[in-house]
């Protein structure tokens, strides 16, 4: 949905909307801090198993990605504000 570059019926889509995206990533953060609780809980109800550790990992790669797009966006940010103009 945040990578659609088709226009719907409105003729609008959601990529002319930074604000959406904005929102998706701190979705994508708040479902993993969540899940990442839950687990815990999981094993305690339920014993240990395969979704546990599928879990976990989903919730560590949900935020390596997040770092990494944010480390990105801040070198970009200080590579754009130190470009000196020709």
Avoid: H
């Amino acid at each position: 949905m945040a990578a659609d570059k088709k226009q719907g019926w409105a003729s609008d889509s959601f990529s002319k909307y930074k604000e959406f995206r904005f929102i998706m990533t701190y979705l994508v953060i708040s479902t993993s801090s969540s899940a990442a609780t839950r687990v815990e809980d999981w094993e305690l109800n339920w014993g240990k198993d395969k979704f546990p550790d599928m879990a976990r990992a989903s919730v560590a790669l949900s935020f390596l990605a997040f770092f990494a797009f944010a480390s990105s966006s801040l070198i970009s940010g200080y590579t754009l504000c130190t470009l000196k103009s020709m």
